[in-house]
Structures are given as C-alpha cells and as structure tokens.
C-alpha cells in the first residue's frame, strides 16, 4: 500500500498473473516507453510499434500492478512455449509491409534470447514512471521468481544493458549473480548502449 501526497485514502496495489483483456494496449504502451531506447530505432514509429506489441503480448506471461484496476506495471517471463511479447512475422508485416516488417523483424532478431532448459527468462519488467519508488518493480521481481520456483524451474535469468545501472543493482539485492558481459560497439550509435550482463539467481 502506498499513501498519495496530502492524502488520508490508501491505494492498493495488487499484483496477480495475467493481464487484463481491457489492458493489454495500455500494457504495450508502458512496454514501449520502458523500452523506447531499444524499439524506436527499430520500428521509429511509436504508434504502429504499439500496435505490434499490442497484437503480440500474450497475456499468461506477464504478472501485473494493478491499481484500481489499471496495469501501472508489468514483468514478463519467457519459456520454451512462449513469451510475454511473443512478435511472430505476421504481427509485423500486417502493421509495416511485407518489407518493412521483415527489415523489422531482422533488427528484432539481434536481441533474441535462447530458452536454456530449467531456466525462466526474463522478458522485461515496467514500472509506470508515476508510481515508481514505491517498491512495485520489487514486488514483481519476487512474484516472477515465487512462479519460477512453483513450476520447477532452478533459476531465473536476466538481461541488463550497460546503461542502467539501478536495475542491475536491484537485481543483485534479489540475489541475482552477473555472469557474462556482452560488449558491441556498434550498438551505441544505434541504441544507445554498448552490451549488456546476464544475470542469474538460483530458485
């Protein structure tokens, strides 16, 4: 729970798996603002890149915030069945063309991640940027690993970019080991950022 500024009323914040049907748009939309650094050079524009996501997410692998009953965050997973923003070619080439949704799904494809066997990865985790330092990016942290430990999984993974070190010290409070650093140069100009580190926490 959390007090808003001047305010008697507490809010709650509730957690739970699956997005809201109702929510699913505004899901993307924090997806892509979360993640703007890495989606807009790709798709570069904001409106037809939401629509992409909106079409992809699928719902069972994301645990939500809800707040009144509105997502004001959202951590998705990924296993060898799916993900949370699972973009198959036809989400793309519907909303881009045939050429500028493979041009797309070409970019996509440099940051695709390999399912490892007993390992739950990460795909994502958002915070409204209103209802940040409230302790929700935690919460979901701990919801994904609590799934990952009640479906077997050994260990959780996850994947940080060089350009934001606050994450990475969150991940570390959780208990999550950095073990690999990629570097890519090229990627700055691009991105923004240079690589990125994997990390891990036993389950």
């Known amino acids: 729970m959390f007090t808003t500024k001047g305010a008697i009323r507490l809010t709650a914040i509730h957690i739970q798996r699956g997005i809201p049907e109702n929510e699913i748009e505004r899901t993307a939309t924090l997806y892509y603002e979360a993640f703007r650094q890495k989606l807009q050079p790709i798709f570069r524009d904001e409106?037809?890149?939401?629509?992409?996501?909106?079409?992809?997410?699928?719902?069972?692998?994301?645990?939500?915030?809800?707040?009144?009953?509105?997502?004001?965050?959202?951590?998705?997973?990924?296993?060898?069945?799916?993900?949370?923003?699972?973009?198959?070619?036809?989400?793309?080439?519907?909303?881009?063309?045939?050429?500028?949704?493979?041009?797309?799904?070409?970019?996509?494809?440099?940051?695709e991640r390999k399912v490892e066997p007993n390992v739950l990865l990460m795909d994502g985790i958002v915070v409204d940027a209103s209802m940040r330092g409230k302790g929700i990016g935690s919460r979901l942290l701990d919801a994904v690993i609590d799934h990952a430990g009640e479906n077997g999984y050994s260990q959780v993974r996850l994947d940080v970019v060089d350009t934001n070190p606050r994450a990475q010290q969150l991940y570390e409070r959780?208990?999550?080991?950095?073990?690999?650093?990629?570097?890519?140069?090229?990627?700055?100009?691009?991105?923004?950022?240079?690589?990125?580190?994997?990390?891990?926490?036993?389950?």
């Open 47 to 111: 409106t037809r890149g939401i629509a992409v996501l909106s079409q992809s997410m699928q719902t069972d692998y994301g645990i939500v915030a809800l707040v009144d009953d509105k997502v004001v965050g959202i951590a998705g997973f990924k296993d060898a069945q799916g993900s949370l923003t699972n973009i198959q070619p036809h989400n793309v080439t519907d909303v881009f063309g045939f050429f500028g949704g493979w041009a797309r799904l070409l970019a996509l494809s440099l940051f």
């Open 174 to 203: 959780k208990g999550f080991v950095a073990t690999h650093t990629e570097t890519h140069a090229w990627l700055k100009p691009i991105f923004g950022f240079a690589g990125s580190t994997t990390m891990l926490k036993k389950v």
